[in-house]
């Protein structure tokens, strides 16, 4: 491989190790989409100054208490879980076994040697704004895969308990399943905006999609990045959307350099492809994590796939059109032996000088 051929490829390469390291984190059990749906119907009694949702689809409670109001959530066996003090400190009791089972989905964890619900409380302080979210196992469905819509389980009444200024009050809801909508049209439409992209004249679809597909990927994972069940997938997707829409504004300016306008639009598709990834689920489920719009959070996903599909091909295919070849990196010497009169051999009378 020659010199030129490993600069154009240094910048698509680099990008896509980049990536690699950049996706770690999101890997870290985020919240995913699924097909349960769980909802808070009531608060009882009636309490002025607190409110309470469930935020990505099942994946947490979320609790809002106003200034003055004291709130204690329950755990598991009835223990202090959660307080939010009159003030909006928000402190976690780091003796309280739900502490660490929630931490996990499925509570497939291990609990300290020093958890003990019935033991004084180690509160510890995780906030400051009135405001606590947190995965509770009471308000989804437990056990892997997707449940039997025939069985009872699709519908299920569950109850939080905790106590507002010392008097006991429950958070009421319902979580329920709902029918997958179908992915192939989502998949269709990658598939075909890949085969544009691919063959289309000079591949303005593909260089062109990239810093745009890459502004709809920003818009759609800032709104996942504002929910506690989306922070870290939102947030990837931002910055996978940002870097996108850099290689690809990159990309389109510099068309008097083929070989980088070539990788940067490579680079930028593998962001693009980087950000949907993880994020496939969303095409097969029917209760997402993000409060955009369903129909946006799937074109999201099925647009960068295909526009970053068609934009590596594209890409690659440039950087390899663009390559100089073996034969022209070859010495005169190497064509032959011939060299034109003029050259520095034949004017210096050299041993193949017809004059000698």
């Given at each position: 491989?020659?010199?030129?051929?490993?600069?154009?490829?240094?910048?698509?390469?680099?990008?896509?190790?980049?990536?690699?390291?950049?996706?770690?984190?999101?890997?870290?059990?985020?919240?995913?989409?699924?097909?349960?749906?769980?909802?808070?119907?009531?608060?009882?009694?009636?309490?002025?100054?607190?409110?309470?949702?469930?935020?990505?689809?099942?994946?947490?409670?979320?609790?809002?208490?106003?200034?003055?109001?004291?709130?204690?959530?329950?755990?598991?066996?009835?223990?202090?879980?959660?307080?939010?003090?009159?003030d909006g400190t928000v402190e976690v009791n780091d003796r309280s076994p739900a502490r660490w089972l929630n931490e996990d989905r499925q509570a497939a964890v291990e609990l300290p040697a020093d958890v003990d619900p019935e033991a004084p409380p180690a509160w510890r302080v995780i906030g400051n704004d009135g405001e606590a979210a947190w995965h509770d196992h009471r308000i989804h469905r437990m056990?892997?895969?997707?449940?039997?819509?025939?069985?009872?389980?699709?519908?299920?009444?569950?109850?939080?308990?905790?106590?507002?200024?010392?008097?006991?009050?429950?958070?009421?809801?319902?979580?329920?399943?709902?029918?997958?909508?179908?992915?192939?049209?989502?998949?269709?439409?990658?598939?075909?905006?890949?085969?544009?992209?691919?063959?289309?004249?000079?591949?303005?679809?593909?260089?062109?999609?990239?810093?745009?597909?890459?502004?709809?990927?920003?818009?759609?994972?800032?709104?996942?990045?504002?929910?506690?069940?989306?922070?870290?997938?939102?947030?990837?997707?931002?910055?996978?959307?940002?870097?996108?829409?850099?290689?690809?504004?990159?990309?389109?300016?510099?068309?008097?350099?083929?070989?980088?306008?070539?990788?940067?639009?490579?680079?930028?598709?593998?962001?693009?492809?980087?950000?949907?990834?993880?994020?496939?689920?969303?095409?097969?489920?029917?209760?997402?994590?993000?409060?955009?719009?369903?129909?946006?959070?799937?074109?999201?996903?099925?647009?960068?796939?295909?526009?970053?599909?068609?934009?590596?091909?594209?890409?690659?295919?440039?950087?390899?059109?663009?390559?100089?070849?073996?034969?022209?990196?070859?010495?005169?010497?190497?064509?032959?032996?011939?060299?034109?009169?003029?050259?520095?051999?034949?004017?210096?009378?050299?041993?193949?000088?017809?004059?000698?």
């Amino acid at each position: 491989m020659n010199r030129r051929t490993r600069q154009a490829w240094r910048t698509p390469v680099l990008a896509a190790a980049f990536l690699v390291l950049l996706a770690g984190p999101a890997a870290a059990d985020p919240a995913e989409p699924g097909d349960v749906r769980s909802e808070v119907t009531a608060i009882t009694p009636a309490t002025d100054g607190v409110t309470a949702e469930v935020v990505g689809g099942d994946s947490f409670l979320r609790l809002r208490v106003e200034p003055g109001r004291e709130v204690v959530v329950l755990g598991y066996a009835d223990e202090p879980y959660l307080r939010v003090g009159a003030d909006g400190t928000v402190e976690v009791n780091d003796r309280s076994p739900a502490r660490w089972l929630n931490e996990d989905r499925q509570a497939a964890v291990e609990l300290p040697a020093d958890v003990d619900p019935e033991a004084p409380p180690a509160w510890r302080v995780i906030g400051n704004d009135g405001e606590a979210a947190w995965h509770d196992h009471r308000i989804h469905r437990m056990g892997p895969g997707r449940p039997d819509p025939t069985a009872q389980e699709i519908g299920q009444d569950w109850q939080v308990r905790l106590t507002v200024d010392g008097r006991p009050v429950t958070i009421e809801g319902r979580y329920r399943y709902l029918s997958p909508p179908p992915a192939w049209p989502w998949w269709a439409l990658a598939a075909v905006v890949a085969a544009v992209g691919i063959g289309w004249p000079r591949s303005r679809v593909a260089s062109g999609g990239v810093p745009v597909t890459g502004a709809l990927v920003i818009v759609v994972g800032s709104r996942l990045a504002t929910l506690p069940a989306g922070g870290a997938q939102g947030a990837m997707a931002v910055a996978l959307g940002a870097i996108a829409v850099a290689l690809g504004l990159a990309g389109l300016l510099l068309r008097r350099r083929p070989s980088v306008q070539s990788a940067c639009t490579a680079a930028g598709g593998a962001a693009l492809v980087a950000s949907a990834v993880p994020r496939l689920g969303v095409l097969s489920h029917s209760v997402l994590v993000t409060d955009a719009p369903p129909w946006l959070d799937r074109l999201s996903v099925s647009a960068a796939l295909g526009v970053g599909v068609a934009a590596v091909v594209v890409g690659v295919r440039g950087v390899l059109a663009t390559a100089p070849r073996p034969a022209d990196q070859l010495a005169p010497a190497q064509l032959g032996g011939y060299q034109p009169p003029g050259t520095s051999a034949s004017a210096s009378g050299g041993p193949h000088d017809p004059r000698s």
